[in-house]
DNA sequence: AATATTAATCGTAATATTGCAATGAACAAA
DNA sequence: TTTGTTCATTGCAATATTACGATTAATATT
């Protein structure tokens, strides 16, 4: 099928899902850190600093830009990115739901 | 192409594509957080409690087992399942370390 | 031994993802 | 206006993922 069987799981499961999904190609890992890294505005040379296509670039910003991660704004005939931080904070709350279950198992039988 | 050009990232940002990978689709969620609930070792009831097929579910345990992020224990003819406390400490620091970089941004252009 | 139970594996169909060459769109510079 | 620059989009090939029926393997039960 190779076709998720959303409807079938709770929303937040599926957000989990979708956020995670999202950071499950190091191209997109590498991208994120870049803008964090530079921890400023970006016009673009994220094709340099990555080694992939340029239409490759694009199509791994356009991932990151429909969840709210990153903005871009038109600024001539580039492109500026960051950081989303309102929605990066509201990813993280979502992810440390997650990540932070209590771990503290009762019985030992593993 | 479908094959993610691993070679050109570094380990750390690989390593945080794998986990958040396994964690992309919900059914995986729904698993660990059934495991997380149950707060103990499980045999196998996961098929009924998650609405999938037994070798889908079987083949989704595989995944978080490859990765460390779970035990299976065999017990007669059923097996025991549980999270790996160890690694999924482990795992967690890792994805930390990337949700958790400093998004105090100076410039403010976008 | 014959049968039942539980879960892994195999095989396969449907769909998704990754990557890039080619092209297009928008603007800047000459 | 022509040329260059920058980035998005299109189209396509290669590969990966998801899901499940059928089967197998291993152990229990009768």
């Not at 890294?37 to 992939?52: Q, W, Y």
């Not at 356009?62 to 991660?69: D, F, N, P, S, V």
């Not at 929605?87 to 503290?104: G, R």
Request: aromatic share 6%.
């Amino acid at each position: 099928m190779g076709l998720a069987k959303s409807e079938i799981f709770t929303d937040k499961q599926n957000k989990i899902a979708l956020f995670a999904k999202v950071f499950g190609h190091p191209a997109r890992v590498a991208i994120l850190e870049h803008l964090f890294k530079i921890n400023a505005c970006i016009c673009g040379d994220l094709v340099n600093e990555i080694g992939l296509a340029q239409p490759t670039i694009s199509q791994h910003l356009k991932e990151l830009k429909q969840l709210g991660l990153i903005k871009g704004t038109i600024d001539g005939t580039s492109v500026c990115y960051c950081i989303n931080k309102e929605n990066w904070i509201a990813m993280k709350n979502v992810m440390n739901t997650f990540l932070n279950q209590d771990i503290t198992v009762k019985g030992d039988c593993c």
